[in-house]
């Protein structure tokens, strides 16, 4: 992976567009394409501009991570709000909402067939949180 490279993966791990990075930097979009694509590159004060909002800069240039770790995905807005109710909710609640996630199902992704399958009862900690299908992995994290 090269600098260029390094450069769009960690706009993409902060969750920035081409059109965000110029606005941080104070450049154009075309810009920013120049640089993902490898026509130019960007400077130590552009570079200084996006270490301010989170990008680890040392892995843009040299392909190592600030710290020899690479950094955990950022949360979008909606999951820092939903984690932040989360952590203050008691341990009903959070099971409560645990089923609710587990037993959502993604119908825009699924087909008739997939949504017609059978679906069991899976259990946490004595609790009821949701169902899974025969082939979902219902075991990971589970209490014994």
């Known amino acids: 992976m090269n600098l260029h490279e390094r450069l769009k ?3 993409e791990r ?8 110029a606005t941080l930097t104070k450049v154009g979009k075309t810009t920013v394409i120049n ?12 570079l200084e501009q ?8 040392l892995f843009v240039v040299t392909g190592v991570h600030a ?9 979008s807005a909606e999951e820092s709000t939903m984690l932040s109710y989360f952590r ?24 008739k067939k997939e949504t017609s399958e059978p679906r ?3 259990s946490f900690g004595g609790a009821q949180i ?5 082939g979902d992995i219902v075991n990971k994290g589970r209490r014994k």
């Open 120 to 122: 069991y009862t899976v």
């Open 67 to 75: 710290g020899g770790v690479a950094p955990a995905p950022t949360l």
């Open 88 to 111: 203050k909710a008691s341990a009903a609640v959070r099971k409560a909402a645990l089923g609710a996630l587990i037993g959502a199902e993604p119908t825009a992704l699924k087909s």
């Open 130 to 134: 949701g169902q899974a299908a025969a």
């Open 9 to 11: 993966a960690e706009r």
């Open 14 to 21: 902060l969750g920035f567009t081409q059109p965000d990075v």
């Open 35 to 46: 640089w993902e694509k490898g026509s130019s590159s960007p400077t130590a004060v552009h």
């Open 50 to 57: 996006l270490a301010k909002v989170g990008m680890d800069v």
